[in-house]
């Protein structure tokens, strides 16, 4: 059984405050990592070739970093709903005990 159990809920909220913050950068890096063009000044003439599979896989790296990006600022707010959750049940909890008579 766990012992001295403890929840702070300023820390959850911060916690939440740098989730959000790293979903935006993360963001930045999708949008910067989809504006690759992979033009003739990548490969030059002869090597367009390879600027197709190049530009594809870019694009699909792009998508996956996006979705890491809305994944992690979904995770900030359920930290910080998680947050309020403690300090609501925790109130109740004490407007409950606050009842009991001896």
């Given at each position: 059984?766990?012992?001295?159990?403890?929840?702070?809920?300023?820390?959850?909220?911060?916690?939440?405050?740098?989730?959000?913050?790293?979903?935006?950068?993360?963001?930045?890096?999708?949008?910067?990592?989809?504006?690759?063009?992979?033009?003739?000044?990548?490969?030059?003439?002869?090597?367009?070739?390879?600027a197709f599979q190049a530009r594809?896989?870019?694009?699909?790296?792009?998508?996956?970093?996006?979705?890491?990006?809305?994944?992690?600022?979904?995770?900030?707010?359920?930290?910080?709903?998680?947050?309020?959750?403690?300090?609501?049940?925790?109130?109740?909890?004490?407007?409950?005990?606050g009842k009991i008579e001896v």
């Amino acid at each position: 059984m766990t012992q001295h159990f403890a929840v702070r809920p300023a820390d959850l909220r911060s916690h939440s405050d740098y989730l959000s913050d790293l979903a935006e950068k993360v963001s930045a890096a999708a949008d910067k990592a989809n504006g690759v063009s992979f033009g003739v000044d990548s490969f030059g003439l002869v090597g367009q070739m390879f600027a197709f599979q190049a530009r594809e896989t870019s694009q699909q790296g792009a998508e996956q970093i996006r979705t890491f990006s809305q994944r992690t600022g979904v995770l900030g707010e359920n930290v910080r709903a998680c947050a309020a959750d403690y300090e609501s049940d925790d109130q109740r909890n004490a407007d409950n005990i606050g009842k009991i008579e001896v």
